[in-house]
């Protein structure tokens, strides 16, 4: 079974709406909306996987936002807050090794995103002001 058709499978068994898939370039985006998730974006870019969520873009004022993102970057369980190439864009980053992957350690990185929005949404949305 190829890392796609893994990935592909262990998203399935986890019950998540795939809304596109690419299997040219092993791209998954899914939806789990009553989670705060929305076209999290899935590569398999071997050796790795990457789950990447937007979640803001960044305005003019910054003060005290990246401080604070950091801050949360130490309490979360798997993945972190990044800016993007452009650094207007935050988004939340994971990687898992594609070599071993199993269901419950994806499984654990999507939670731990599920975690982060839930309790740290109505900060994400002042932000996002």
């Given at each position: 079974m190829s890392n796609f058709q893994k990935v592909k499978f262990?998203?399935?068994?986890?019950?998540?709406?795939?809304?596109?898939?690419?299997?040219?370039?092993?791209?998954?985006?899914?939806n789990a909306l009553e989670d705060g998730i929305?076209?999290?974006?899935?590569?398999?870019?071997?050796?790795?996987?990457i789950i990447e969520q937007f979640l803001f873009t960044l305005t003019k004022e910054t003060d005290g936002i990246f401080k604070n993102l950091?801050?949360?970057?130490?309490?979360?369980v798997h993945g972190a807050f990044a800016v993007d190439d452009t650094?207007?864009?935050v988004v939340f980053r994971d990687t898992l090794q594609l070599e071993n992957l199993d269901l419950n350690e994806l499984e654990g990185s999507l939670n731990s995103l599920k975690l982060l929005i839930a309790e740290y949404?109505?900060?994400?949305?002042q932000f996002a002001r």
């Open positions: 262990y998203l399935q068994e986890l019950g998540y709406d795939i809304t596109t898939e690419d299997q040219a370039d092993e791209v998954f985006v899914i929305q076209n999290l974006v899935i590569d398999c870019e071997a050796p790795i996987l950091l801050q949360k970057n130490r309490e979360i650094g207007t864009k949404s109505s900060t994400l949305l």
